[in-house]
Structures are given as C-alpha cells and as structure tokens.
C-alpha cells in the first residue's frame, strides 16, 4: 500500500477496541494514512481482536502497555468506567514524545497528565457519525502537542468527518451535550415523526423513509445554502398554512425550552462524568 500523509511512517495503537476505535481504524487504514502494519490495537476481548485483524489487516497486542510501546501516537478509546485502571496500567509507561489522543467521554486533560504522567495530550469528543465519516470532532490540545502532532491529529479526525479545534477544554464538556449526544436527539425526533406518519395512516416503511429523506434533504439544504435555519423555516411557513399550525403546537408545547434543558442537563452529566473519572483514579491510587 502506497502510503503519502503526515501519518506516513506513524505507528499508531488503539488502546480499547470499540464501534468508534473500529471507525478511526477503518478511517486511517482505508484512506492510506498509514500502513495497516503500523497499527495496533489492544482489548480485552481476544475474539474482537481477531476480528479487527482479519478485517482490516492490522497488528493485536496480548496487554495495554505492549501495544503502546513504540506507538508513536496512542489512542484511548475504553470506556469511561474503565478508563482508572487503564490509565494506572499505563502510568510512567509513555515516553515524552509520544502523543495521547483520548476519545475517551468525560475524562479531563488533568485526569489523564496526572495518570499517565504525561503532558502530550490530545482530548477529542466525537459522534457517532464518524462510523459513516461524517462525525463532529471537537478537539483540544496541551501546550506540549508539537505542530506536527496537531497536524497528525487532524489527519486522523478529518478521516472521522469535520474536525474543530477549541482552545479551552471547557468546551468539551459542552460540544459533549451538544454534538456528542446530539444524535440521540436527531433520532428522538426521527422516532416522533415517524409515529406521527404512522397514526396519520402511513405504513412504517413508508413513514419512515419519507421521514429520513426529509431531515436529510433538510440538512444538506441548509449546509449547501448556508442560511440561518430560521430564515429556511419561514421559506416553508406560509401565514396561516399547515406549517404555521404544526409549528405553532410545537412551540406552545414548549419546545425550544424542552430542548435548552435537556442540553443544559446533558452538559451538567458530562462534568459529572469528568469528577467521578478523576475520583475514581484517586480512589485506585490511594489505596
């Protein structure tokens, strides 16, 4: 494989081998960023890791700190309620020059520098569009990220969909309530129209592929004409036609309130999330 990026000569490990370490992995490998015998990844589960190998031709590791060893880039990619024991696992193991990226919900850049004993760190909240290359990569960096890792991880995310980079970490927790779960809000009001359709007398087939081709339809015609969704929805609301009903009901059911709160409230979870990470490392290293 003929291999031309900033990522040419990288090795890369993937430390927890899940649906979005699986997305990066087919990303990287399947757009020629790096050699597939560059990249290994690592998991507790030794049949998903045959699985990852036979799939897309890369290397397993039998423990979290053979696979990082000699990786220049590390991903994290476990499982927040997991991710104390790991970073334990891996504590003084990472030379300086390596660089963590962390994909990892909830766990703050201080949680992972204090159990890694490491400072080159990238902390990424994606979404899980990034399965179809077509994610939202929210990213940050420590000041020891070197240009050349930043460029490196951009190259991986841009593989995921639209990558963007804040300069406060705060901002994770808030791109967490609103791209990172924003697909479960997209798929809740998919649910609703389509249950809608269906009582009108649609068959669910029917109902939802009308649906799906309409917020899809929808969507690329904002992002193509670039105006502000408001001036769209006037486009379709003629005075005192059916849209102006519907959106009428909806809006005196509160729905942009609904909607605040439960964004508000996914973001309150999120910096929960990140005290309850650090708490649990403490708890691990203290005892």
């Given at each position: ?129 990034a399965q179809i290359g077509q994610g939202t990569m929210v990213w940050t960096a420590t000041p020891t990220v070197t240009p ?46 389509i249950d809608a359709a269906v009582h009108l007398g649609f068959s669910r087939h029917v109902a939802q592929e009308m ?77």
């Amino acid at each position: 494989m003929a291999v031309s990026s900033i990522l040419a000569d990288t090795s890369i490990c993937f430390i927890g081998s899940g649906v979005m370490a699986e997305a990066m992995i087919a990303g990287i490998v399947g757009q020629q960023l790096v050699k597939r015998e560059a990249v290994t990844a690592s998991d507790p589960r030794r049949d998903r890791l045959q699985e990852l190998a036979a799939t897309h031709g890369i290397n397993t590791a039998p423990s979290n700190v053979a696979a990082a060893k000699g990786s220049e880039i590390v991903v994290l990619s476990v499982k927040p309620q997991v991710v104390a024991a790991v970073l334990d696992e891996l504590h003084g193991q990472l030379q300086p020059q390596q660089l963590v990226l962390s994909i990892v919900t909830g766990a703050s850049i201080s949680t992972m520098r204090q159990g890694l004993r490491h400072e080159a760190i990238v902390r990424v909240m994606p979404n899980t569009p990034a399965q179809i290359g077509q994610g939202t990569m929210v990213w940050t960096a420590t000041p020891t990220v070197t240009p050349q890792q930043r460029e490196q991880s951009q190259a991986i995310l841009g593989c995921l969909g639209k990558d963007i980079y804040v300069d406060d970490e705060d901002f994770l927790d808030m791109a967490t309530a609103v791209s990172g779960s924003g697909p479960a809000y997209v798929f809740l009001v998919m649910e609703a129209l389509i249950d809608a359709a269906v009582h009108l007398g649609f068959s669910r087939h029917v109902a939802q592929e009308m649906v799906i081709q309409t917020m899809l339809g929808s969507v690329l015609l904002a992002k193509q004409t670039g105006k502000h969704p408001a001036e769209l929805r006037n486009m379709v609301t003629s005075p005192g036609g059916t849209s102006a009903e519907a959106i009428y009901q909806l809006e005196k059911g509160a729905m942009r309130t609904v909607f605040s709160r439960a964004i508000y409230a996914a973001y309150e979870k999120a910096r929960l999330l990140g005290e309850i990470s650090k708490e649990a490392y403490h708890q691990r290293t203290t005892r």
